[in-house]
């Protein structure tokens, strides 16, 4: 049974920082790909970043250029998100993601998904929510 358990959102203040964490179980990682993703209040769900395992690339969207890391911990299953230099418009849920519709998992198929970095990601943990507010 895949598992995908976010942790490490809160309040923080403008400028400052956060590391988000995603414990992942029962997925392949390694040959295929991880991301965050996030959706602020009234908008659509976007995507953040992502590690392609397979390609051992790391892929982020301009606004976080520069301020947010991705990096994974294959000891502890655990891929985090290092956001720094924190701004209100970073408020959201952010959620980690794997495409789950893959040859390893056939019977797995879901509408809910968001193409990202070439990947269909389509399985989601429950989401941490981060608030970026003085």
């Known amino acids: 049974q895949v598992q995908l358990v976010e942790s490490g959102g809160g309040l923080v203040q403008p400028g400052g920082s956060l590391r988000l964490s995603c414990t992942y179980s029962?997925?392949?990682?390694?040959?295929?790909?991880i991301g965050w993703f996030r959706q602020a209040p009234g908008k659509e769900r976007e995507a953040v970043s992502c590690i392609n395992e397979r390609h051992k690339t790391t892929h982020y969207v301009n606004s976080v250029w520069g301020r947010f890391t991705i990096s994974r911990d294959n000891a502890k299953n655990v891929v985090y998100l290092q956001m720094n230099d924190l701004k209100p418009e970073d408020t959201a849920v952010y959620y980690c993601?794997?495409?789950?519709?893959?040859?390893?998992?056939?019977?797995?198929?879901?509408?809910?998904?968001?193409?990202?970095?070439?990947?269909?990601?389509?399985?989601w943990g429950q989401g941490t929510q981060v608030t970026v507010s003085s």
């Open positions: 993601a794997v495409p789950l519709s893959t040859p390893a998992f056939p019977a797995y198929r879901s509408d809910d998904y968001i193409n990202y970095e070439g990947w269909r990601f389509d399985y």
């Open positions: 029962g997925f392949p990682l390694d040959d295929y790909a």
